[in-house]
């Protein structure tokens, strides 16, 4: 069975990259629904990507 | 990993059995891992009660109120790190309070932190039968919603006074959050792709008029909710062993990432379940229907039905479990947050004292459950939240409040963790992050109690209740102002039972055939010792005495008459056979000389260093009167005899106290064999 840290680990990427996915996804359907670059679809997008890709540079730094 | 830090000397010392009885109350749970499983169960989950009554106010808003309170956390979480690594204490804002200002300011936010655990304990409770739903309709009834919020706070009670929580349970409650956190993701990205209209989120917006400036503020403050459980995790503070490093990683982006959930569930919720123009203005059916189950109502409104249906489901499964961890976490927080406040003095230790098996505070645990349960039963989710919000805004403007002044007063103290952006003020770095969040909360305490008449009403009652019970209790009581620091061990709130033990044994005997009975008796308890190892390697004994009398006219070590020494040897000589029947006990034997039968029994007893003397009770003295009759001494008891009485008086351990039943007239001289057993002596 993995340990805890290797589990952690594991879940911290795939949360990460998950974050990310909702990120694009919101940024799409965003833009597919005309909404403009202030909107709240888009600043939530990009906040995803922002934290999903932040964490996954941290996670790789360790 | 850092060496777990010496314990403050406030918290006592204690005896090596002492402190593995406490021991579930201390341990410590180490690594990266176990912080985030307990962090989560502290904070990932109001969601699934904040949303519906932040959504109620907020309206289309309520998305950028999630952000902004999220502002909030992000540097209330900085402060809380910085105070709990610096101190490594339980108590959160309380104990922030205690080191920089005073003990009255530390139970101010003691008290209002004592009524947060409360109302989300019940919140959570309360939202569990309609999280219940898709099973049956009927569960969000009354009579069904008040009975299983009620048996989830005794649950949750139960299993906190047993000592049952998250600790060695790490692997189910991380599956339980990382299932959570999926769920939330999963609410988000199929709201997505099934409800994604974000023209919904401003149809009826029109900004300070709908919501207007109060509805705006109020909802701000009470989105705070939704990160309820930030003192439920400081809490943890002693508990962790986590590399300095590793908690600046998980405070840069956890701390962000909980906010950002928040917002984007709420936009979804209001795609989903949109602001619509009602009779009273516009609103949203999550402030209404919804508002005790808010995230079951966001996915019943997904299309096509089959989604929808699937997501119910999943979200019954998964919320409810959550949702009874965090009642069960909640009242841990109230357990720990008690006897904090107990080994403080600042309220009775009583309150604060610990099952003794357990190490749990069980009568702090069952008082407020019956607490929660009394919140519960107006099932009103609207009235607790902005009562949350007072007691929540009161302590984490006193948190950052202290931070900022223990940089003032104790800047050279080792801090694992700095609150970032410092500004230099009279030479002193202080936290501009602390400064901004104590002015920003304390704005908000002020909107609770300008905006939110139940709320301030229930609120201030609280809390002048609670300050002048503080008040009596310390004035009265304690005999001490209300601002020393004074503290009780936590071996004072342990109320220890004495283990008897039976390795060594004292049986006086007097000749009588009662003498079989009581060394049978000692035979059956040395022998179970030996059998549970309590013995050791060197076993168990009976240390066998006949006490004869010698009159003070003799010397102690005068010739007994032949009559009396042979009586004496012959019973003795009896109570050893019976006593060697007992395998692996060891049967001594010894004719004791005394004055006073009573004063031989108990100093064989000294001599023999006996656990455990087991006595025949002699029958009383037929004569009556003793002082009143001119006699020396007071009157004797009627049940036993004068030598039972001073052995159970004077003995330096435990007597077992086997005695005949009442005899008739004609069998007195000879009294039956014991039917009756007692214990008494000293712990």
């Known amino acids: 069975m993995a340990s805890p840290e290797r589990v952690y680990r594991g879940s911290v990427r795939l949360f990460s990259i998950a974050f990310i996915a909702l990120g694009l996804l919101l940024l799409a359907s965003t833009l597919a629904n005309g909404g403009g670059p202030l909107s709240v679809g888009t600043l939530l997008g990009l906040a995803f990507l922002a934290v999903g890709a932040g964490r996954l540079w941290i996670a790789s730094r360790t | 990993m850092n060496p777990p830090e010496p314990r403050p000397q406030s918290e006592g010392q204690l005896e090596p059995s002492s402190k593995q009885r406490l021991e579930p109350l201390l341990q410590r749970a180490t690594g990266v891992p176990g912080l985030f499983v307990a962090v989560y169960s502290a904070v990932g989950f109001s969601i699934y009660f904040a949303l519906g009554v932040v959504a109620d106010r907020g309206l289309g808003l309520t998305p950028l109120i999630f952000l902004a309170a999220g502002l909030l956390f992000v540097v209330t979480t900085l402060s809380y790190v910085e105070g709990g690594a610096m101190l490594r204490e339980r108590g959160g804002s309380s104990s922030f309070a205690r080191h920089a200002f005073n003990e009255l300011i530390a139970f101010i936010a003691g008290w209002a932190i004592l009524i947060d655990y409360l109302i989300v304990a019940a919140l959570a409770a309360i939202s569990v039968p309609h999280y219940l739903e898709p099973i049956s309709g009927d569960l969000s009834e009354a009579g069904w919603e008040i009975g299983i919020a009620t048996a989830v706070i005794a649950a949750a009670c139960v299993l906190n006074i047993f000592n049952v929580t998250g600790r060695g349970r790490e692997r189910p409650l991380a599956i339980l959050a990382l ?15 099934a409800v994604f209209h974000p023209d919904r989120l401003t149809d009826q917006l029109h900004l300070f008029t709908s919501p207007d400036f109060h509805d705006i503020v109020y909802a701000a403050v009470v989105a705070m909710l939704a990160y309820a459980g930030i003192e439920a995790a400081s809490d943890l503070a002693p508990d962790i062993d986590v590399d300095p490093r590793d908690l600046k990683r998980i405070v840069s982006v956890g701390a962000l990432a909980v906010p950002l959930v928040y917002a984007g569930m709420a936009a979804i919720a209001l795609m989903a379940v949109p602001v619509v123009a009602g009779p009273n203005g516009p609103e949203t059916a999550l402030g209404h229907e919804f508002v005790e189950a808010p995230v079951l109502g966001v996915v019943s409104a997904y299309h096509p039905f089959w989604v929808a249906d699937g997501m119910r489901w999943l979200v019954m499964l998964i919320a409810t479990p959550v949702l009874f961890w965090a009642a069960t976490t909640a009242l841990l927080g109230v357990s720990r947050h008690t006897y904090t406040l107990a080994i403080n003095r600042q309220i009775p230790s009583w309150l604060g004292k610990l099952n003794s098996r357990h190490a749990t505070p069980h009568v702090a645990i069952a008082i407020c459950g019956l607490i929660a349960i009394g919140l519960i039963i107006p099932t009103n989710v609207k009235l607790l939240a902005g009562l949350y919000a007072f007691g929540a805004m009161l302590a984490i403007t006193i948190a950052q409040l202290s931070i900022v002044r223990l940089r003032v007063k104790d800047p050279d103290r080792r801090r694992p963790f700095r609150v970032p952006l410092d500004v230099n003020w009279r030479g002193h ?35 002048t209740f609670g300050l002048l019970f503080y008040a009596v209790y ?48 000692a035979g059956r308890l040395a022998a179970a010792e030996q059998e549970e190892g309590g013995a050791g390697d060197e076993g168990s004994r009976l240390a066998v005495v006949y006490v004869v009398e010698v009159p003070l006219t003799l010397p102690l070590d005068a010739e007994l008459p032949p009559e009396v020494e042979q009586g004496a040897q012959r019973a003795l000589k009896r109570a050893s056979d019976v006593g060697e029947e007992y395998e692996d006990v ?98």
């Open chain 2, 179 to 193: 299932a959570d956190i999926a769920l939330q993701l999963a609410v988000i990205g199929v709201g997505v792709l």
């Open chain 2, 429 to 463: 770095r202080l936290p501009a992050p602390a400064i901004f969040g104590a002015i920003v909360s304390a704005l908000a305490f002020l909107s609770v109690l300008a905006y939110h008449d139940t709320a301030r009403w229930v609120g201030l009652g609280w809390m």
């Open chain 2, 474 to 521: 310390r004035k009265v009581f304690e005999g001490t102002t209300l601002t020393k620091r004074v503290s009780v061990t936590e071996k004072a709130l342990t109320k220890q039972v004495p283990e008897v033990a039976f390795r060594n044994i004292l049986v006086p005997i007097f000749g009588t055939k009662f003498d079989d009975d009581i060394v049978s008796t």
């Open chain 2, 586 to 683: 060891d049967v001594t034997t010894e004719v004791v000389r005394a004055r006073k039968i009573g004063a031989g029994i108990v100093d064989a007893a000294r001599r023999y260093g006996s656990e455990a003397i087991v006595i025949g009770g002699e029958p009383p003295t037929k004569i009556k009167g003793g002082a009143k009759l001119g006699g020396i001494g007071a009157a004797k008891p009627a049940e036993i005899g004068a030598a039972t009485e001073y052995v159970l008086k004077k003995a330096p351990c435990r007597v077992l106290l086997t005695a005949p039943p009442e005899a008739p007239p004609e069998a007195e001289a000879e009294p039956d064999p014991a039917e009756r057993t007692a214990t008494a002596g000293r712990d």
